[in-house]
């Protein structure tokens, strides 16, 4: 992608277009990703819901956010990175509680 452009080092109105472009592809990825990690996390809440485990599970958390944080090349967005993750994995907490709330087994 190319930076800033015309005299003044402002960004012109098609290269914000196109990197604004570039961000819709992404996203599309992350939503795609995103969608397949939820589906995982059914098959985990499932064997913890037979096994009877607690759907936090605070060692597994703190590991994930190591991981993907050490994954990141940029470590000034590592922070960013780990932020996303606590959220991500708040978010797949909630829909495991929503799953076992509506769980016609029980
Ligand atoms: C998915 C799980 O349940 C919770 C959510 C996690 C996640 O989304 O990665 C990790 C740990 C648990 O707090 C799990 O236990 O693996």
Redesign the pocket.
Known sequence: METKDNASGAWRPNELAAARQQINQIDDQIVKLLAQ?FDA?TK??EA?QSADLP????G??DQ?LDRVTNKDPNPETHVYMRQIFET??KN??DY?THLTNTDSNH
């Open positions: 990690r996390v985990v809440n913890k759907v936090m599970d605070q597994r958390e994930v991500i994995m797949s907490r495991q």
